[in-house]
């Protein structure tokens, strides 16, 4: 496991072999081991250069995630192909993106959930996407499937937004006893999304989804949902917010998924409001940066030394140097917020936005995975006088996944294509220095 600060010393992961006294403990006791692991639709992203007119024909709705009948996605493909529109094909999933990003950034194991073609040609997507996945993520409880994975159009209009149409395939045929119990044990957190929820009635892949959440609570492994596209959500609100309420300790969305959860169009009363019903927020807002809320136990609670900014919430980032807890496991359960503008201010060419959402969430699970690998392996450390979700505080993992976003931004595909620099100057002192 690669530390989520460790580009410089402040935030230097302590379980270090140059110790002596770690090396005396780790030679007694090799180092236990985490993974994340992923419930996800196996898919490979398909990218295009549209007109509002193609969308028009194909009544695909913009900025929406969509799941087309299998003549109607041949169609499409059919004219995206007589046209020569196809600019780049990329595996996706935005489960399947995090956990790659999660391995590359952690440089550790994350196990994917899902299906895969059993009978697998060379060159076919399902090829695609296994040769572009990061040898880190372990594949080995893939269910084969008779057919082809997922296809996602992914079509880039002139204002620079993005409407997907999906081919499902074999992508939502997952069963729950293809969800294996041992995949949880010592797990650092379980990521779904709210796709996984909209198949078909018939489709088995909703309690795959639901048997990955009685292993994960079996387990104490929390439970991190991330909000597809707002339309998935605005279709049955109150539904997703019972979901919550039941089995999420994190919920992670852009400010268009957050509004449609809350009502509330403000990221950070959205942010707020969702803390009714989970214990963790990681709220991305695009240009404006990302939002991140939780809780931490009042005695816990650490002052801000950075500008304390206005909002609806005045000074709402007072106590951002604290680190994220469950609620319930604060004596005194205290709001925290904090706020982060994008990296360097955003790149100075966005290449695609596809997967910095994705990108932001991956940083936080690092650092959700460097909490539990730490506390496994130096149990006694003062980091663990309380039950903490994260190892780094609100503050440090709002710019953490603020920088892996950006690193998205300047590449064309919604994956990590490389790790972050190794001797990258210290966030802090880097943030605004361009
Ligand atoms: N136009 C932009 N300028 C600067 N930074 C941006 C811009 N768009 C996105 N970002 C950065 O990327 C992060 C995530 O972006 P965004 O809110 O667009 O995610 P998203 O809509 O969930 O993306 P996706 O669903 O494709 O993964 C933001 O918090 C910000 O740091
Ligand atoms: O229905 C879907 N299920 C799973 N992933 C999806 C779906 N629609 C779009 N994306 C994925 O979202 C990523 C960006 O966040 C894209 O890479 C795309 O593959």
């Given at each position: 496991m690669k530390f989520p600060g460790q580009r410089k010393s402040k935030h230097y992961f302590p379980v270090n072999a140059r110790d002596p006294l770690v090396a005396q403990i780790q030679h007694d006791n090799p180092f236990a081991r985490t993974h994340l692991v992923g419930v996800g639709q196996t898919i490979v992203d398909i990218e295009a250069r549209v007109?509002?007119?193609?969308?028009?024909?194909?009544?695909?709705?913009?900025?929406?995630?969509?799941?087309?009948?299998?003549?109607?996605?041949?169609?499409?493909?059919?004219?995206?192909?007589?046209?020569?529109?196809?600019s780049h094909e990329y595996p996706g999933d935005t489960i399947g993106n995090t956990l790659h990003n999660y391995s590359v950034l952690a440089d550790d194991k994350s196990i994917l959930l899902g299906v895969m073609s059993q009978d697998l040609k060379i060159g076919s997507y399902a090829y695609r996407y296994l040769c572009n996945t990061s040898c880190r993520m372990d594949l080995d409880y893939?269910?084969?499937?008779?057919?082809?994975?997922?296809?996602?159009?992914?079509l880039i209009t002139e204002d620079g937004e993005r409407t997907f149409a999906i081919n499902e395939g074999q992508m939502n045929q997952l069963r729950p006893e293809s969800v294996p119990e041992c995949a949880f044990e010592n797990a650092s957190a379980l990521v779904l999304s709210s796709y996984l929820?909209?198949?078909?009635?018939?489709?088995?892949?909703?309690?795959?989804?639901?048997?990955?959440?009685?292993?994960?609570?079996?387990?104490?492994?929390?439970?991190?949902?991330t909000l597809g596209t707002k339309y998935v959500i605005e279709d049955k609100k109150e539904w997703w917010i019972e979901f919550l309420k039941e089995h999420v300790t994190c919920v992670a969305m852009n400010e268009e998924e957050a509004e449609a959860l809350t009502g509330e169009k403000d990221p950070l009363?959205?942010?707020?409001?969702?803390?009714?019903?989970?214990?963790?927020?990681?709220?991305?807002?695009?240009?404006?940066?990302?939002?991140?809320?939780?809780?931490?136990?009042?005695?816990?609670?650490?002052?801000?030394?950075?500008?304390?900014?206005?909002?609806?919430?005045?000074?709402?980032?007072?106590?951002?140097?604290?680190?994220?807890?469950?609620?319930t496991d604060c004596k005194n359960p205290v709001r925290v917020y904090s706020h982060i503008a994008p990296y360097l201010g955003?790149?100075?060419?966005?290449?695609?936005?596809?997967?910095?959402?994705?990108?932001?969430?991956?940083?936080?699970?690092?650092?959700?995975?460097?909490?539990?690998?730490?506390?496994?392996?130096?149990?006694?450390?003062?980091?663990?006088n309380g039950k903490f979700l994260s190892y780094s505080s609100f503050s440090q993992i709002c710019q953490y996944s603020n920088r892996v976003s950006y690193e998205v931004l300047t590449q064309h595909a919604p994956r990590l294509s490389r790790g972050l620099p190794e001797r990258e100057d210290c966030l802090e002192e880097a943030y605004w220095e361009r």
């Amino acid at each position: 496991m690669k530390f989520p600060g460790q580009r410089k010393s402040k935030h230097y992961f302590p379980v270090n072999a140059r110790d002596p006294l770690v090396a005396q403990i780790q030679h007694d006791n090799p180092f236990a081991r985490t993974h994340l692991v992923g419930v996800g639709q196996t898919i490979v992203d398909i990218e295009a250069r549209v007109d509002d007119d193609f969308l028009n024909r194909h009544s695909l709705s913009k900025g929406h995630s969509l799941v087309l009948d299998e003549d109607k996605a041949e169609q499409l493909y059919q004219e995206l192909k007589e046209h020569d529109l196809i600019s780049h094909e990329y595996p996706g999933d935005t489960i399947g993106n995090t956990l790659h990003n999660y391995s590359v950034l952690a440089d550790d194991k994350s196990i994917l959930l899902g299906v895969m073609s059993q009978d697998l040609k060379i060159g076919s997507y399902a090829y695609r996407y296994l040769c572009n996945t990061s040898c880190r993520m372990d594949l080995d409880y893939l269910q084969p499937v008779d057919g082809p994975i997922g296809r996602c159009y992914t079509l880039i209009t002139e204002d620079g937004e993005r409407t997907f149409a999906i081919n499902e395939g074999q992508m939502n045929q997952l069963r729950p006893e293809s969800v294996p119990e041992c995949a949880f044990e010592n797990a650092s957190a379980l990521v779904l999304s709210s796709y996984l929820v909209r198949g078909k009635v018939t489709d088995p892949m909703k309690n795959a989804a639901l048997k990955a959440i009685e292993h994960a609570k079996k387990h104490d492994v929390p439970v991190v949902l991330t909000l597809g596209t707002k339309y998935v959500i605005e279709d049955k609100k109150e539904w997703w917010i019972e979901f919550l309420k039941e089995h999420v300790t994190c919920v992670a969305m852009n400010e268009e998924e957050a509004e449609a959860l809350t009502g509330e169009k403000d990221p950070l009363i959205a942010a707020d409001k969702a803390l009714d019903w989970v214990d963790m927020v990681l709220c991305t807002a695009g240009p404006v940066g990302l939002y991140m809320a939780g809780y931490t136990d009042d005695a816990l609670k650490r002052e801000s030394t950075l500008p304390l900014l206005p909002g609806h919430i005045p000074e709402f980032n007072k106590y951002e140097f604290s680190r994220p807890m469950m609620k319930t496991d604060c004596k005194n359960p205290v709001r925290v917020y904090s706020h982060i503008a994008p990296y360097l201010g955003g790149p100075v060419e966005i290449k695609n936005t596809n997967g910095a959402g994705d990108a932001a969430l991956s940083a936080l699970l690092h650092d959700m995975s460097a909490n539990r690998y730490h506390k496994a392996n130096v149990p006694n450390s003062g980091k663990h006088n309380g039950k903490f979700l994260s190892y780094s505080s609100f503050s440090q993992i709002c710019q953490y996944s603020n920088r892996v976003s950006y690193e998205v931004l300047t590449q064309h595909a919604p994956r990590l294509s490389r790790g972050l620099p190794e001797r990258e100057d210290c966030l802090e002192e880097a943030y605004w220095e361009r």
